[in-house]
């Protein structure tokens, strides 16, 4: 127990570190909480190493409460921002490019089916593609592929 009371400062930065390493490492990022914590845990051990707040569970526990909401009121827009600026752009999965024979007509309002890879999957196309020509997929949706006539 001596030990813990001597190296309170020490335990609160350690705690620290690991709560934003799990927050990083293994949550990716998307909760918070714990990097508020993990924050607020960090500055209490420094504040209480340098002398400016008291060795005790009330300061910390006070400390990294009140630290932990500034923390959160203020870094939350900013992290929300981070986390939601990732690029929109369409991924090119394994379906794209890839080419078959059209069993029957497609077009904007009209359907065709297509199995592949086990699944049934709907085709339509935003010209109309007569039956008995092959196409080429150029976007993958669930359940459905958009097609265009090969060259």
Not at 17 to 23: D, S, V, W
Not at 33 to 47: E, V
Not at 69 to 98: C, H, R, T
Not at 110 to 128: I, L
């Amino acid at each position: 127990m001596e030990w813990l009371s001597s190296n309170f400062p020490l335990l609160l930065i350690v705690l620290g570190i690991a709560m934003l390493a799990i927050e990083v490492g293994l949550l990716g990022f998307t909760v918070f909480i714990l990097f508020f914590l993990g924050l607020a845990s960090i500055l209490t051990g420094l504040l209480m190493l340098i002398g400016l707040l008291p060795q005790t569970l009330v300061a910390a526990f006070g400390s990294v409460a009140i630290l932990g909401m500034l923390l959160a009121v203020g870094l939350w827009k900013p992290l929300k921002l981070m986390q939601n600026s990732g690029s929109q752009e369409a991924v090119k999965g394994d379906f794209i490019g890839y080419s078959f024979v059209l069993d029957s007509g497609t077009g904007p309002n009209e359907y065709s089916a297509h199995r592949m890879s086990g699944v049934d999957w709907q085709v339509k196309s935003e010209m109309p593609i007569a039956a008995g020509t092959r196409v080429e997929v150029i976007r993958a949706e669930v359940g459905m592929l958009t097609v265009k006539a090969a060259d």
